[in-house]
């Protein structure tokens, strides 16, 4: 906060109202520290904060006034005792892993995951000795019997990308307690506004940035945040590694925290509407959003989170062929690699996000041929349908 306050505050104010201390200038706003380092007044102070017998400033690949106040934000919207924020939210994933596992350690993943974290997990990982095996998100009582004397860490994404799967957050952490496993929660897709894992037991929480934390399509950036013994050493690894926050990416979704609260509730709105409105769709097998009663695993959503998100998935009955056919099809809504933006994008995973994955694995994910995801974005609900409907008309 800009004074000192004893005042405990809700979340959504605390991501429009903490920010760094006010310069000599009395800036309202906070500014943009673009410095590569940081100056000390004599040789004993720089000593000392060499020593880490000071939290002063050193160096921006360490730690950054922007950068700690995106962080600040972030554990105070996710209830966490600490942070680190990164280049992007692999980054911030990678981290979580090589800080806190070594050579000889198991990690139990669950199978329905980002394609560049099933190609850490599958492809890097081995290479530091560190051994995985998936588990299925939808079995979730076959999970304990995996877990061996050298598991260290549970990594999951709920809901999962990009097929929407939810999985029971306070059963992950009472496995995790009762083993003494790190539990590991990648929330990205609900965001800190529709869902707070720490509360049911997650002891390390990731997010990409880039998504709907920026809202807008502009920067990269990750963060996770967790217990602060965790997130010491994961700071420690980044330190000495370098995949640094900038100062003027820190400062955007900093500035895009305030707005969050706003965002997702129209986000999960018009996503609700959309998903409510292709339900039963002649040329669709199935519509597929966390919040439709139809979901498998609504129950747990509901339970667990406050909105649905702004992401809606669906499965063309005439599969890959007309897949091809509604991207191009499409007038209004964008083709690009990302999700969270504030304008509505189409994806097809089985040949962009996954496609990496045998047909096997996509297939074992929930990942079809004919799968689409839409990330919902601010427009007016009805010309998003209206777009939607008259590709699935044109695609048939």
């Given at each position: 906060m800009s004074k000192e306050s004893n005042r405990k505050y809700s979340p959504e104010t605390n991501a429009v109202?903490?920010?760094?201390?006010?310069?000599?200038?009395?800036?309202?706003?906070s500014p943009m520290f673009l410095t590569s380092s940081f100056c000390f007044d004599?040789?004993?102070e720089m000593r000392a904060t060499f020593a880490d017998e000071t939290d002063f400033n050193i160096y921006s690949r360490f730690s950054n006034p922007n950068v700690d106040e995106l962080i600040r934000k972030m554990c105070a919207l996710e209830g966490a005792e600490a942070g680190h924020a990164t280049a992007s939210g692999m980054s911030a994933i990678f981290a979580s892993f090589m800080a806190l596992m070594k050579a000889g350690d198991h990690l139990l993943s669950a199978s329905s995951i980002f394609g560049s974290t099933h190609t850490?997990?599958?492809?890097?990982?081995?290479?530091?000795g560190i051994e995985?095996?998936?588990?299925?998100?939808?079995?979730?009582?076959?999970i304990e019997a995996l877990i061996k004397p050298n598991t260290k860490m549970i990594f999951v994404e709920t809901p999962s990308n990009p097929g929407l799967e939810i999985i029971d957050l306070a059963l992950l952490g009472e496995i995790a307690n009762k083993h003494n496993l790190i539990l590991n929660v990648d929330n990205?897709?609900?965001s800190p506004v529709l869902q707070r894992p720490i509360e049911f037991g997650a002891h390390?929480?990731?997010?990409?940035?880039t998504k709907w934390i920026d809202g807008q399509g502009r920067v990269l950036g990750g963060v996770v945040v967790g217990k602060k013994e965790l997130i010491k050493e994961i700071h420690a690894f980044c330190r000495s590694t370098g995949p640094a926050l900038s100062p003027f990416n820190a400062w955007v979704l900093s500035k895009s925290l305030?707005?969050?609260h706003v965002r997702m509730e129209r986000h999960s709105g018009s996503a609700l509407k959309l998903a409510t409105a292709l339900e039963g769709n002649r040329h669709l097998s199935f519509v597929r959003y966390p919040f439709l009663p139809s979901h498998p695993q609504y129950a747990v959503a509901t339970k667990q989170m406050s909105g649905g998100g702004g992401l809606v998935c669906f499965e063309l009955k005439g599969g890959l062929q007309q897949g091809v056919r509604f991207l191009d099809s499409l007038e209004l809504l964008s083709l690009t690699a990302n999700l969270g933006d504030s304008r509505s994008i189409a994806s097809h995973p089985a040949s962009t996000t996954h496609a990496k994955l045998t047909e096997e694995e996509r297939l074992k994910v929930g990942i079809t041929p004919g799968l689409i995801r839409i990330s919902v974005g601010l427009e007016n609900v009805n010309?998003?349908?209206e777009d939607i409907l008259q590709a699935l008309d044109h695609s048939a």
């Open positions: 109202r903490i920010q760094v201390p006010k310069t000599d200038e009395m800036e309202h706003t004599n040789a004993e850490v997990i599958s492809k890097f990982l081995p290479k530091y995985a095996t998936y588990f299925d998100i939808n079995d979730p009582n076959g990205c897709f609900a390390l929480v990731t997010t990409s940035a305030e707005t969050l010309d998003i349908l």
